[in-house]
């Protein structure tokens, strides 16, 4: 049977009176490959904060791994060192490539060996062997995506959530995207991405969460896949 790595149940979020999502119920299987689908303001960014821990929802509950979140400020902070946003336009810092790649990691007081070891494996997930001593911000935007991608990895997320990973991006860096999420979620890593490509979700072999002004559209729903059965359509959720 099939673990729940989320479950929502009456969460509802608001930013005054503009309503975020109002999710009746919804449950995300670990190590399950997910992509959120919906109209700008549909409730997608509310919905990932939500998962990442960064927005706290105005009512109902969140439960982790079957523990239901409380949104201490203690919880959440480790809460998110299990969790791990990539936002469509990541922030790098100056310095190289390395260093980005590391940031997280020397704040977790690793060392040095393992941090070397961290940054090739990394690199190398993301195609971009050798780019260790590069200058971050000269890289080209799907080289930065890239560069972001293998920070939030070096981490070893549980969950790993994107906020439109493809868009704008040149054709080699959207397919090794796409490559490597589906490998990521073979090897059990929840991944969950937001996105307009409508076609997205076939090529993943993905189960489609549509999002329409802030409530399911229905049920998720499991696309085809030889490679990812992980989605159990047990959510009876309706807008």
């Known amino acids: 049977m099939s673990i729940a790595k989320y479950h929502l149940s009456s969460v509802q979020a608001s930013y005054g009176k503009t309503l975020g999502v109002a999710i009746d119920e919804l449950s995300i299987t670990a190590g399950g490959l997910y992509v959120l689908e919906g109209a700008n303001g549909s409730g997608k960014s509310t919905l990932l904060g939500i998962l990442a821990f960064l927005n706290k929802p ?10 239901p979140v409380n949104w201490t400020r203690k919880e959440c902070a480790l809460l998110r060192r299990r969790v791990t946003l990539l936002h469509q336009r990541p922030y790098l810092f100056s310095g190289s490539v390395a260093s980005n790649v590391t940031f997280g990691l020397a704040a977790r007081g690793a060392s040095k060996t393992m941090v070397q070891n961290v940054i090739r494996e990394s690199l190398e997930k993301v195609g971009l062997s050798g780019f260790e001593s ?95 059965p992980h989605c159990e359509e047990e959510n009876d959720a309706h807008s």
């Open 58 to 67: 105005d009512q109902g509950t969140v439960s982790f791994d079957g523990v």
């Open 134 to 228: 590069r200058t971050a911000r000269k890289l080209s935007g799907g080289e930065s995506r890239r560069v972001a991608l293998a920070r939030a990895l070096a981490c070893k997320p549980e969950v790993l959530l994107l906020d439109e990973p493809v868009a704008n991006v040149d054709r080699a860096s959207a397919a090794l995207f796409e490559s490597l999420v589906v490998s990521l979620a073979a090897a059990g890593m929840t991944v969950v991405i937001s996105s307009h490509d409508e076609r997205l979700g076939a090529r993943l072999g993905a189960c489609m969460i549509y999002l329409e002004d802030g409530k399911l559209a229905g049920p998720p729903e499991q696309l085809p896949s030889k490679a990812l």
